[in-house]
């Protein structure tokens, strides 16, 4: 079967989460087809053997930089949906692995990169992070980032995740030249019951079209002004602890994006102040904000220091439009979209604006079966799914 390592239990599990959310739809050929003999396996636990779906090819591979997956029923209700929608999926054991705090030790998470980069294996069509957490910097000095770069570009791969996974992503464009995507990650995206129909719209579009372009309703404080740059950034804490080092991009008249979770507003400013000593902030053209799921977060010293007395802060120091807004972050709705290409920003008549996307990988769509991600809209009479904070811990 295509999960060979799986248990029963927790197959039916995965199987049964997904059931409820729609998922599992009827179809002429099982969702699960059993493996062809083969007479050179080993042994139940092997996992390079893997079923082909007729008309895909679309390779995808689990990387595992960060934290550990806390439930594995949602783990893999994650890689039911993706092979749902057409991917033939590998490194699966990743989602299993657990080293103290981490996704496995730095030598499991290293390889899930640097097989690639060195030609131990295939290089896939998708790297999809499993979750964020905290790990991913310790692997950065020992990975191939030249080399992983050449072979993505060369096959056209895309990289997915955000928050911790963000490490890779400036790495990768730091000494690899290459691009990837802000995007949900199997565990807290894929691997809900019940995933946002949004975000999986979303992630359909962003990883197939090349005239991609985002739209922000968001009334701004300014006139926005139209702007030509390349579009890079993340995850602010991680950016921060990148500041000063190889790893972190150095485009001359970019566009910085920026979103965060779970700090105040004080930590928040210190971190945008170290990017502005740093002297990155001087080398943007513009600074977008995502979602810093704040609520009603304030200083406990003084109540009306807010994310937007932040805002101002940064508009003052920087000397660059500050444009708010944008729908990535730590939440449900989540758009998918590159980091390193090039984009373009434009105001539109209505206070919002737009940002239009050029240059990056896109999958095809008609080797996939990507409609399979979009779950059916609850019933009325159906219970409403129970909120989800998995993205607050990423």
């Not at 594995?72 to 989602?95: D, S």
């Not at 972190?248 to 105040?264: A, S, T």
């Amino acid at each position: 079967m295509l999960f060979p390592h799986l248990s029963r239990r927790r197959f039916l599990s995965a199987s049964a989460t997904l059931a409820g959310a729609g998922v599992l739809q009827a179809c002429s050929t099982p969702a699960m087809p059993v493996s062809p003999s083969n007479p050179n396996r080993t042994g139940s636990g092997n996992t390079s053997t893997r079923p082909a779906r007729s008309g895909g090819g679309t390779t995808l591979r689990v990387v595992a930089p960060s934290g550990f997956a806390p439930r594995a029923e949602q783990a893999q209700a994650g890689l039911l949906r993706l092979y749902n929608a057409g991917f033939t999926i590998t490194n699966q054991q990743a989602v299993e692995r657990r080293s103290q705090r981490f996704a496995g030790t730095d030598a499991e998470r290293i390889a899930d990169f640097q097989d690639v980069a060195s030609g131990k294996v295939p290089t896939p069509q998708v790297l999809m992070g499993m979750r964020g957490g905290y790990g991913a910097v310790r692997l950065l000095p020992h990975i191939d980032w030249p080399s992983l770069g050449a072979r993505m570009r060369e096959h056209g791969t895309q990289l997915f995740g955000f928050s911790d996974v963000c490490a890779i992503q400036l790495a990768l464009l730091a000494q690899g030249n290459m691009c990837s995507f802000a995007g949900p990650m199997l565990y807290s995206g894929f691997g809900k019951a019940q995933p946002s129909v949004y975000t999986m719209q979303a992630f359909i579009d962003g990883s197939t079209r090349a005239d991609l372009s985002i739209q922000v309703s968001e009334v701004q404080a300014a006139n926005v002004p139209t702007l030509h740059g390349t579009m890079w950034g993340g995850n602010l804490s991680v950016i921060a602890s990148l500041a000063g080092s190889a790893y972190l991009p150095q485009p001359e008249g970019g566009i910085l994006f920026l979103e965060d979770v779970g700090e105040q507003p004080y930590r928040l400013e210190r971190m945008l102040q170290t990017l502005h000593l740093a002297g990155i902030l001087k080398r943007q053209q513009a600074i977008v904000l995502g979602n810093f799921r704040m609520g009603s977060a304030r200083d406990v010293y003084d109540g009306g220091y807010d994310l937007s007395s932040v805002i101002r802060t940064l508009r003052r120091i920087s000397g660059i439009p500050v444009l708010t807004g944008f729908p990535f972050g730590h939440i449900s709705d989540l758009a998918t979209f590159p980091l390193g290409v090039q984009t373009t920003i434009r105001g539109n008549s209505t206070g919002g604006y737009s940002a239009s996307f050029s240059g990056h990988p896109t999958l095809n769509p008609a080797a996939l079966t990507l409609n399979n991600l979009l779950p059916p809209p609850l019933s009325s009479d159906s219970p409403a799914a129970a909120e989800d904070s998995s993205e607050a811990s990423e």
